[in-house]
């Protein structure tokens, strides 16, 4: 267990739902990751969060997806009008900006499917 | 855009033995960090081993080293003694110095370890 946890494991939901997933990064990171991975690739960077403040968005963030970290502290990624395509495994990582490598810890992962 | 390339889609070594999983990368950059990630079946993905770009020595996690080569852009990871645990997807990443932001990952290798 890295720490990091994601809520929930797995979702099923019908096209045109809308979902939101959780993640919980360790307490004392301050930036916050999420990742896209689909089957057969690995994980592809969405955005990115320093403390509250959103650094960074990725152009696979289309407009139905918007995520937040109100508080700095856990986030949610929320899919609007759910399409088949966002079928994936959404994973959450953490990391702390102090030190060289700043290693990014990853939580277990949301699987969503979309029918 | 920084690239990341595993030609191996699947590997197999037999439990003792030694392998060597294969990734290269494209950046223009010169300060960078790179990683090699391990994926368990149904569980978190874990830092298995790092490098700095400005580091000339390779780095060693116990039965894990890499075999870092600047110049031709290539990050090898060498598992000796291969134990049944090793079983699972590696991923290999990049990350730029400056930005401290996300990783770029391959597509994985698939480690298989037999008995």
């Known amino acids: 267990d890295t720490g990091v946890s994601q809520d929930p494991r797995h979702k099923i939901t019908k096209r045109g739902q809308n979902v939101t997933f959780r993640c919980d990064p360790i307490s004392e990171h301050n930036r916050l990751y999420w990742y896209r991975q689909t089957l057969g690739q690995g994980p592809e960077f969405l955005t990115y969060?320093?403390?509250?403040?959103?650094?960074?968005k990725s152009r696979l963030l289309s407009d139905r997806f918007s995520a937040e970290r109100p508080k700095g502290s856990f986030s949610t990624l929320e899919i609007q009008r759910t399409e088949q395509g966002d079928s994936a495994m959404y994973l959450c990582?953490?990391?702390?900006?102090?030190?060289?490598?700043?290693?990014?810890?990853f939580g277990p992962g949301t699987r969503l499917t979309v029918l | 855009a920084q690239t990341v390339t595993q030609s191996q889609p699947e590997m197999s070594v037999q439990e003792a033995e030694t392998v060597t999983l294969s990734c290269t990368y494209d950046?223009?950059?010169?300060?960078?960090?790179l990683f090699w990630y391990k994926q368990p079946p149904s569980r978190q993905m874990i830092l298995v081993i790092r490098?700095?770009?400005?580091?000339?020595q390779n780095a060693t996690e116990n039965r894990f080293s890499v075999n870092f080569q600047k110049a031709a852009k290539s990050f090898s990871l060498k598992i000796s003694d291969s134990q049944l645990g090793d079983a699972a997807m590696y991923f290999c990443a990049y990350r730029d110095g400056g930005s401290q932001g996300n990783l770029i990952f391959g597509k994985g290798t698939k480690l298989s370890v037999k008995p």
């Open positions: 969060f320093q403390n509250e403040a959103q650094l960074e």
């Open positions: 950046t223009s950059e010169s300060d960078y960090y």
């Open positions: 490098q700095e770009a400005y580091k000339q």
């Open positions: 990582a953490s990391s702390l900006t102090q030190g060289t490598y700043n290693e990014q810890f």
